[in-house]
């Protein structure tokens, strides 16, 4: 398998209007109707692959093995959210993405999200047992 070469910096940007599916009373992980953690997570993994969407040939996958989240502000439903997703690190298939997730100028979240770089066909065959 050849990896792609990709060079800390590299970015992407996704946003996301916060309706009632997104909030913590919706998804189970507390009872305030503002934007759940796992959404912020889901966000920001969404930045990171759209970040190496571009340049990632066929074949090719990333997967999120880690993540450290860092949820500071909340954000109600009708607000809009930015997540912008930058390439820090790359430790061999290892991709690192610094996070900051923002509505407007406030600060709503920081992640770092780690990916790992694989042979999309073999990781399914062995997520199915398919060795």
């Known amino acids: 398998m050849e990896l792609p070469e990709f060079t800390p910096g590299l970015n992407a940007r996704v946003e996301l209007t916060v309706t009632d599916a997104d909030t913590a009373q919706s998804l189970g992980s507390g009872d305030v109707p503002v934007l759940g ?3 912020v997570l889901a966000l920001a993994e969404t930045a990171t692959v759209a970040a190496t969407a571009r340049q990632i040939p066929g074949g090719i996958t990333t997967v999120g093995v880690r993540a450290e989240i860092s949820h500071i502000a909340p954000t109600p439903v009708g607000r809009q959210v930015t997540a ?13 993405f610094d996070v900051v997730v923002r509505e407007g100028e406030t600060l709503v979240a920081e992640v770092r999200v780690e990916r790992m770089m694989l042979d999309r066909q073999r990781f399914i065959a062995r997520a199915l047992g398919e060795n």
Do not use: E, F, H
């Open 84 to 96: 912008l997703a930058t390439l820090a690190k790359v430790d061999g298939r290892k991709l690192i």
């Open 37 to 39: 953690t796992p959404r």
